[in-house]
């Protein structure tokens, strides 16, 4: 089975542009999550969807939203991006929490 | 708040010898899993073991082990013949409510040759 994809890789943006991220779970994988991961903060939780539903979300402002769609894959957008967005974003799936988590190889947003 | 904590921000062993990754968690969960990931310089995160809680039995997986005591709400990482490879940074994770994972801070493990 092919992992967790998440595109783009990398990602350089100037501040108050706005970004979209895709991810696309393993097959079969119905829970999709998204994390921030920064030196300083660690990885923080941003919000899970399963079946097109948002079921939680972390302590992120509105600025952070995403989107699951039919076939499971996932968007994450930020809004108005500020410097300290700067980040590696995670994308993890799962067939359903509490499962195991498999992560994919993350996008890095640099914001100039 | 729940919480996850690595109170070993770095760790060295010497290649061929045995380290113990240390986490305690605290969640409000009854029935949950815990899980420890590897992430390397490629910032891949890489699942290296889970544990079911409601087991009493510690996971292993060949070189990795566990040693879980849920009481204590301990969830330590045995890495035995430690190789090069092993050299990366090292979160667990415990849930926190619904739908949601809390990781540690991690630990940073280097394999000196």
């Known amino acids: 089975k092919a992992g967790v994809t998440q595109t783009p890789r990398y990602l350089i943006k100037t501040r108050g542009q706005q970004v979209t991220l895709s991810c696309s779970p393993i097959?079969?994988?119905?829970?999709v999550s998204w994390y921030q991961q920064t030196p300083g903060q660690g990885l923080q939780f941003l919000f899970e969807y399963f079946s097109e539903t948002q079921r939680n979300k972390g302590n992120f402002p509105g600025r952070f939203s995403g989107r699951q769609f039919s076939n499971s894959r996932s968007e994450m957008n930020v809004s108005t991006l500020e410097l300290g967005d700067s980040a590696l974003y995670l994308c993890?799936?799962?067939?359903?929490?509490?499962?195991?988590?498999?992560f994919g190889p993350g996008t890095r947003l640099t914001v100039l | 708040a729940q919480t996850v904590t690595q109170s070993q921000p770095e760790m060295s062993v010497q290649e061929a010898e045995t380290v113990t990754l240390s986490c305690t968690y605290d969640t409000s969960e009854s029935d949950y899993y815990l899980f420890w990931y590897k992430q390397p310089p490629s910032r891949q995160m890489i699942l290296v073991i889970r544990q079911e809680a409601y087991k009493q039995q510690n996971a292993t997986e060949n070189r990795f082990s566990v040693n879980f005591q849920k009481a204590a709400k301990s969830f330590s990482l045995k890495i035995s013949d430690s190789q090069l490879g092993d050299a990366a940074m090292y979160f667990c994770?415990?849930?926190?409510?619904?739908?949601?994972?809390?990781f540690g801070t991690g630990t940073r493990l280097k394999v000196l040759a």
């Open positions: 097959s079969g994988h119905r829970s």
């Open positions: 994770a415990s849930p926190a409510g619904t739908y949601k994972y809390i």
């Open positions: 993890a799936s799962s067939l359903a929490f509490p499962d195991t988590q498999y």
